[in-house]
């Protein structure tokens, strides 16, 4: 392992002395690190006194953030011009792991114990979805350290970790952790407490204190210290493509619901009605999953049908086979939201107006520095775009 500037000066010569003196290769593989700079470019150097101090920013982030922070920001080989800005990235990482594990804790019951056989359990979408997730993560991640693209396996593990397991499978696995005496809730723990000991053992590497402190909280009698553990195992069969392709139009459903929410400024609290016309044989995913669309998206209830008409004053989403209405009556004051974008809408209008004459002047684009002209250029299109989305939401008030 070492820096690429330095391939001659010290790589090249031992290469050279192996075969001179020992009439072999010292060794086969080498590892270039990303060379860290400053914000101007220039190399970290103690005698600039441009290089932080490491403790400094252990202090201040923690030292398992920094190690992952700092990784993930480092590609094989290539300079980085590094900002303890960027650590945040990993603190947050890190603060989110803290306190997903804390949630689950939090739900597991006293003595219990959660040797659950994945194989022979009935096991629900969402949790044969993570467990497929969770293996091909792994198989993902054991493909970058093997090709030493630490920055790609330290991705992989933060992708799944925020995206599949926080953002989706905790917030699933709420509707059935809520039923402490229930033998779903007992398999959905199972299966949580089983992914998250493999997200510990994963990070491990780059993360060793925060990683062994909660893999205390959650190892087994027969367990050994998560720094001498097994590593995880790639497992095919419980790869379920099936159960991928189904969730992923669940997801899609959700966040089409959401989206809509959000855009019309519906109040979280509020609870909506979903109207859905449909042609196709998906019907069964909106049925066996209601509570599921229920919980995630703040509906009251769910009228599924083939010939329904669509509500007055609704949002339309299509998905697939289905179209998607959201009656917003009752949600917000059509007539106050209407006005609000109406203003929204004539107030863009002419903040389009002023860029496009500023960037058709010659004196402009030949006088004003380059990042002043992409900025201009780049609020354009952000307010085409929202102008874009005024006029739908308008038309869909009207």
Request: proline share 4%.
């Amino acid at each position: 392992m070492t820096g690429p500037d330095i391939i001659f000066f010290w790589v090249a010569r031992m290469i050279i002395a192996g075969y001179e003196f020992k009439s072999d290769l010292p060794f086969k593989d080498v590892y270039f690190t990303s060379i860290l700079r400053d914000e101007t470019g220039q190399k970290f150097s103690k005698s600039l006194g441009n290089s932080p101090d490491p403790f400094e920013l252990f202090n201040e982030y923690g030292t398992d953030a920094v190690r992952f922070g700092t990784m993930l920001m480092s590609p094989q080989g290539l300079d980085v011009l590094f900002s303890s800005n960027r650590l945040e990235v990993g603190r947050n990482f890190m603060n989110k792991l803290w306190n997903a594990s804390r949630f689950v804790l939090m739900n597991m019951k006293d003595g219990q114990t959660l040797d659950i056989n994945f194989e022979k359990e009935n096991l629900d979408l969402p949790e044969q979805w993570i467990l497929s997730k969770t293996q091909k993560s792994i198989q993902a991640y054991n493909r970058q350290l093997e090709r030493f693209h630490f920055n790609e396996a330290a991705k992989v593990l933060y992708d799944f970790t925020w995206n599949d397991f926080c953002d989706w499978y905790i917030e699933i696995a709420k509707i059935h952790l809520r039923e402490k005496d229930s033998q779903k809730g007992d398999v959905v723990r199972g299966v949580i407490v089983h992914v998250l000991k493999t997200i510990l053992a994963l990070l491990h590497p780059y993360s060793p204190f925060i990683t062994e402190e909660l893999w205390s909280q959650f190892k087994a009698e027969k367990d050994l210290e998560l720094i001498v553990s097994p590593w995880p195992d790639y497992h095919p069969e419980l790869v379920d493509s099936k159960a991928e392709k189904t969730m992923g139009f669940l997801q899609d459903i959700i966040i089409a619901v959401r989206t809509i929410r959000g855009q019309m400024n519906v109040p979280p609290g509020k609870k909506a009605d979903m109207v859905v016309r449909m042609h196709g044989d998906s019907k069964f995913v909106l049925e066996k999953y209601d509570d599921v669309i229920k919980s995630l998206c703040g509906i009251r209830e769910i009228s599924v049908g083939e010939f329904l008409d669509k509500p007055p004053h609704s949002a339309v989403a299509v998905i697939r086979d289905m179209e998607i209405f959201l009656p917003l009556e009752g949600l917000i004051d059509v007539a106050l939201e209407q006005e609000r974008l109406e203003k929204r809408e004539a107030d863009l209008k002419v903040y389009i107006s002023n860029i496009q004459k500023k960037l058709s002047k010659r004196d402009f684009l030949s006088r004003a520095p380059k990042k002043v002209v992409e900025r201009e250029e780049k609020k354009l299109i952000e307010m085409n775009n929202e102008l874009k989305m005024l006029t739908i939401n308008l038309e869909i008030l009207q």
